[in-house]
């Protein structure tokens, strides 16, 4: 008799899938698992678009969960007591509604190369901020919110932690520091570890790349710490209904939940009885001040704005890293040359520049108008952008298009005056 087949997708590496294949075969032999790996934000458009049929989604970024509940694809599942507490570190750990619970903990933070850092003489970045921080100019490798899940989560973050403004304020000035911006999560970690970049915001489980050498990459977690949990759930469509409550039961169970504390797997759990019968801790870890602390992340607005913050920040900051490097540092060499020589027309050019390379192409108000971007969508590479969507990518990228030239126009002017005051006036890297 042929075992009865639950097919996941999920955004999981190999060794995680297989270790967890191999336990769950054990205990239900009449069970047969099929993963398929994709991307998440492939994974999404598949599922939402009627593509891929499968009877699990299993994967790290929770506001790809939020946009599959709004289309109706999720199912409600039953609640599974793992004595997880409700919230950690300000971030809750299962969605409210029951369509997708927690399993793990993800704890995002900065991957680096300590040889890389310290021949360089460079600081271990402490906060979220300090990746926009001069020093880092050339040793920031990051990957696209539009290409990653996890990406997308960090970009969220900062816009409801910080606020619109000044977070693509802080997302434009990481850009100006950027050495790449890599296809896939993986390839930050894996960038770090080859030295290609120093430093990369990454997720803990993804900071060791397998195949590079022992010790060639660190993670540290900033002190604005975010632990964000990553989900399972059961699609409305399942073939396998029963099949997919058991695996959800394994994976919440504590031998499920032991699991992922093996080095093969690197995760989190969200059962503090692992940790208790691991001598790891006398409790869960991690009740301690985070980024959500005072107000907890808001995973539906992340999904109705999903793709228009990626639109935003492939826009102003993937497309454009040459020219954000360019002209960032140009702001910051003027900024160096004012602090030696007072000039009150050149401080307000820098100012205007600046005010111009931080500012988002549509405002906080605009974008919290989340009806109008509920129905744009991640377009398949090859495929016709819906005429609506290919106007406002128009008039962002246009937006965008006229800061940059405000910037630009506004550095040439500053540059020019301190050169009419003497050449020596104008740093060395300025001069013609």
């Known amino acids: 008799m042929a075992a009865e087949k639950v097919r996941v997708l999920t955004s999981f590496p190999p060794q995680v899938l297989e270790l967890f294949q191999t336990a769950f075969s054990t205990r239900n032999p009449e069970i047969s698992l099929e993963f398929v790996q994709r991307k998440t934000t492939t994974a999404i458009a598949d599922i939402a678009g009627g593509r891929h049929r499968a009877d699990i989604f299993w ?9 599959l509940k709004r289309a109706g694809r999720l199912a409600v599942l039953k609640p599974r007591s793992t004595g997880a507490p409700d919230l950690i570190a300000g971030y809750p750990v299962n969605d409210p509604d029951l369509t997708y619970l927690g399993f793990a903990l993800s704890g995002y933070g900065f991957v680096y190369n300590p040889n890389y850092i310290e021949q360089r003489e460079l600081p271990v970045p402490k906060r979220w901020g300090d990746l926009a921080a001069p020093i880092y100019a050339g040793h920031i490798g990051i990957s696209s919110p539009s290409r990653s899940g996890t990406m997308h989560l960090m970009v969220e973050a900062i816009l409801q932690v910080y606020g619109w403004d000044r977070g693509w304020g802080m997302w434009s000035e990481v850009g100006g520091n950027l050495a790449t911006v890599t296809a896939r999560s993986f390839g930050v970690a894996a960038g770090v570890a080859r030295g290609r970049f120093g430093i990369g ?25 975010l632990f964000v949990p990553a989900s399972i759930a059961i699609l409305t469509d399942a073939a396998n209904r029963s099949g997919a409550e058991r695996f959800v039961d394994f994976v919440l169970s504590p031998e499920g939940q032991a699991l992922l504390l093996d080095p093969a797997v690197a995760r989190l759990p969200i059962s503090p009885v692992v940790y208790r019968a691991d001598g790891t801790s006398d409790g869960n870890p991690f009740q301690q001040n985070g980024l959500f602390t005072k107000s907890l992340f808001d995973a539906s607005l992340s999904a109705a704005r999903y793709e228009l913050v990626n639109i935003i920040f492939d826009e102003m900051v993937t497309f454009r890293r040459s020219e954000l490097v360019r002209l960032w540092r140009s702001v910051r060499l003027l900024e160096a040359a004012l ?3 007072s000039d009150a027309e050149v401080a307000r050019l820098v100012s205007d520049a600046r005010d111009a390379l931080t500012r988002p192409p549509l405002n906080g108000a605009e974008a919290m108008e989340l009806e109008r971007w509920r129905d744009l969508v991640r377009v398949p590479r090859g495929l016709p952008t819906p005429e609506p969507q290919a106007r406002l990518e128009e008039d962002i990228k246009a937006r965008i298009d006229d800061n940059m030239q405000r910037a630009a126009r506004a550095l040439t002017a500053a540059s020019a005056r301190l050169d009419n005051a003497g050449r020596d006036a104008r740093p060395e890297a300025l001069r013609p």
């Open 339 to 341: 602090a030696e020589r």
């Open 201 to 225: 915001p990454s997720i803990d489980f993804l900071a060791n790349p397998e195949g590079m050498p022992k010790g060639s990459t660190r993670f540290a977690l900033p002190e604005e710490t």
């Open 59 to 67: 994967a790290s970024a929770p506001d790809a969960f939020e946009i």
